[in-house]
């Protein structure tokens, strides 16, 4: 994929999937806005990449707004957004706390909106529009024990893909989602009651069909793939990134 000319926003860009995505997209000639809340993080992959970094919470809109405007004000255009900022809550709904649910909506629904409609707002001013790429999960579409919060968020992420690529299906703006399955990140380590062991990791790719757990990666060319404009019929779309778990 050739990105020239490119410019995207990439939240979560300073870890995992966001981090890989920002890589493959400096890697083929694209300008990486990273939209992080680790600053730290955020910092060494724009050394590393060439990407500029704005730090802050997506769930602050005042934040989401000022990054579209920034980016716009710096380099003329947004082309990509890439919504790939995201937290869990590994707890069933009865160990769910209010300040738990109200943090993960926030963040992955809210964020999410918020930065679409930010993004939305210019790309509908570009002749050339543009394109979003939120990251789903195959938790939007299967139940999960364990993950009520999570579950719920990311079927909303699903559905308001779906919806705002309605919205703009004749905008020459394109909406979809990447729906990855287990991926090897911080997070599929994080918040676990269990100490995180090979055995642990062992297990968690016993349960994927093709037996392993997904590099950052292969993940990231595949929602560079729907946001770029090979991908021009696309919109509306939830793409299963997942070895196979879906197919059951
Ligand atoms: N790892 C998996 O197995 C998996 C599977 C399916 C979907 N996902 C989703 O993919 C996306 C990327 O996940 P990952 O595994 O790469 O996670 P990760 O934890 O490695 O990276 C997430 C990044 O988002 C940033 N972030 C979190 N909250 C933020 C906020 N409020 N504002 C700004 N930045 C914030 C973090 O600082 C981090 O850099 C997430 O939306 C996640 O839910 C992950």
Known sequence: MDFSGKVAVITGGASGMGAATVRQFTAANGQAIIVDRNAEL???????????????????STFCDQVIESAVAKFGQLNILIN?????????????SDEQWHRIMNVNVSGTFFMC??????????????????????????????????????????????????????????????????????????????????ELMARLASTVPMGRLADPAEIAKVALFIASDEASYMTGSLVNVDAGFTAR
């Open 42 to 60: 955020a910092a060494q992959v724009a050394a590393e990449t060439g990407a500029i970094a704005m730090i802050g919470d997506v769930s602050d």
């Open 84 to 96: 790939a900022a995201g937290i869990i809550v590994r707890s069933n709904g009865v160990g769910t």
């Open 117 to 198: 409609r930010g993004a939305i707002q210019h790309m509908l001013k570009q002749d050339d529009g543009g394109s979003i790429v939120n990251f789903g999960s195959i938790w939007g579409d299967l139940g999960a024990a364990g993950v009520a919060a999570y579950c719920a968020s990311k079927g909303a992420v699903h559905n308001l893909t779906r919806a705002l690529a309605l919205d703009h299906a004749q905008d020459n703006i394109r909406i979809n989602a990447v729906c990855p399955g287990e991926v090897n990140t911080p997070m599929i380590q994080s918040e676990r009651s269990e100490a995180v062991t090979p």
